[in-house]
Nanobody, 122 residues
């Protein structure tokens, strides 16, 4: 089992920045690709970013490329999502997830955090 706890969400003005954190515990010796997803009110949960176990490979949704950066530290057992140039369209609950392979599909991820709310005001 792997436990994931997100933090760092909040209210920010358009154009601002936030850094989300995901603390990983449990079977952390298992090597997982880690992803961030988000779910806006009334919408399906969507892929945001993924990072492989070493941190050497990342991928992003087109909507966040150039604005968001995913990173991880396997010693600290943590994953981060640095978000810049936020817009109201980025408003959502953001979820950290541990996956089986480096992928964008939700079905690839077995472990999920409880989510952290990000609200961007115009």
């Amino acid at each position: 089992q792997v436990q994931l706890v997100e933090s760092g969400g909040g209210l920010v003005q358009a154009g601002g920045s936030l850094r989300l954190s995901c603390a990983v515990s449990g079977r952390t010796r298992s090597i997982y690709p880690m992803g961030w997803f988000r779910q806006a009110s009334g919408k399906e949960r969507e892929f945001v970013a993924v990072i492989n176990w070493s941190g050497g490979n990342t991928d992003y949704a087109d909507s966040v490329k150039g604005r968001f950066t995913i990173s991880r530290d396997n010693v600290q057992n943590a994953v981060w999502l640095q978000m810049h140039s936020l817009t109201p369209e980025d408003t959502a609950v953001y979820y950290c997830a541990a996956g089986r392979t480096f992928a964008k599909e939700r079905g690839n991820y077995d472990y999920w955090g409880q989510g952290t709310q990000v609200t961007v005001s115009s």
